[in-house]
T-cell receptor, first 113, second 111 residues
């Protein structure tokens, strides 16, 4: 069974801190890794997609890396802001079976002013 | 582009009733998906489609049916609703280059 695990499950930090969210996966068939943000009661917003040929992607204050050999991805958030408070989900995509995503349980982030 | 749209936003059903959740995408994606998200949990795949006329089961398909007659539309049918189907339902479509894009969700309560 494919598993995607996110650690920590919850994180509370003061504004301005740099932080790292971790995602690990056991399925060697995962070739792309996608990070999402979900605000309470809302849908999922795609943040970054790291394709199999890439090792990292950057968007503004966000940087995501992918190490397929170790089955790990990290999402780095620089200079965190209260507006970053949300749940962050990582999901691994397999090339077979309709390119479906397998989701981790998420990290609930609270950035305190 | 509107992206992925879902209707309705909210619905309350009685046990045993049926309903169809609508999903439409305007990005010309071949791949489409239905997920459910239970409170405090991750997303689980219900059904997916790799193109018009082709559908397949995901992780939790029991109690649901889908059809894909066009590239744009991927409705999810609930027959004989049960309390265990109380959840938030998300539809998504996929591009290999840009990943999956999600709709805003339908919040369903079965009483």
């Amino acid at each position: 069974k494919q598993e995607v695990t996110q650690i920590p499950a919850a994180l509370s930090v003061p504004e301005g801190e740099n932080l790292v969210l971790n995602c690990s996966f056991t399925d060697s068939a995962i070739y792309n890794l996608q990070w999402f943000r979900q605000d309470p009661g809302k849908g999922l917003t795609s943040l970054l997609l790291i394709q199999s040929s890439q090792r990292e992607q950057t968007s503004g204050r966000l940087n995501a890396s992918l190490d397929k050999s170790s089955g790990r991805s990290t999402l780095y958030i620089a200079a965190s802001q209260p507006g970053d408070s949300a749940t962050y989900l990582c999901a691994g995509q397999r090339r077979n079976a309709g390119n479906m995503l397998t989701f981790g349980g998420g990290t609930r982030l609270m950035v305190k002013p | 582009n509107a992206g992925v749209t879902q209707t309705p936003k909210f619905r309350i059903l009685k046990i045993g009733q049926s309903m169809t959740l609508q999903c439409t995408q305007d990005m010309n994606h071949n791949y489409m998906y239905w997920y459910r998200q239970d409170p405090g949990m991750g997303l689980k795949l219900i059904y997916y489609s790799v193109g018009a006329g082709i559908t397949d089961k995901g992780e939790v398909p029991n109690g649901y049916n889908v059809s894909r007659s066009t590239t744009e539309d991927f409705p999810l049918r609930l027959e004989l609703a049960a309390p265990s189907q109380t959840s938030v339902y998300f539809c998504a479509s996929s591009s290999l280059s840009y990943g999956q894009f999600f709709g805003p969700g339908t919040r369903l309560t079965v009483l």
